[in-house]
């Protein structure tokens, strides 16, 4: 398993709201997750080389993301995964595994895994298993992060910035 291997899981930020409380869902089930949070223009860049320019600007970062991540040497290449959601739908985040998966060939690091997570059971991801525990917490997370987003938009409103 790639929590006993010492693999990092590598993860876009997507809503920092909510990914504070999957990573901690992670760690507490023995995962170390780096949540990715910045879009440089290194990363811009990294997206517009590795994804095709008539993909949708949220996936060109994301690509950028994960990959200027490994080539910038902030994890190592033998030692990571890369984790993206998976929706199933008709939009093209259901394209991100392929995107990140023909970075990753051209790059010449078809090695790193891709951890493709979904709850329809798209793709299986040997080495990594989504436990009923872990489940629990990232439910967790979510409501969470539903909650204190709900406050956040409610009551930013009414701020008065000096």
Known sequence: EMADSGYTIVAPQMSPIHFQFFKTAFATGGHDVMVLDQCSDEVVKEGLTSVHNDACYPSILVVGQLIHAVRSGRVNPDKCALAITQTGGGCRATNYVAFIRKALRDAGLAHIPVLALSAQGIETNSGFKIKAGL???????????????????????YEVTK
Request: aromatic share 14%; charged share 30%; net charge positive.
């Open 135 to 157: 489940l629990k917490r990232i439910a967790f997370g979510l409501l969470y992060g539903d909650i204190l987003e709900r406050v956040l938009y409610r009551v930013r409103p």
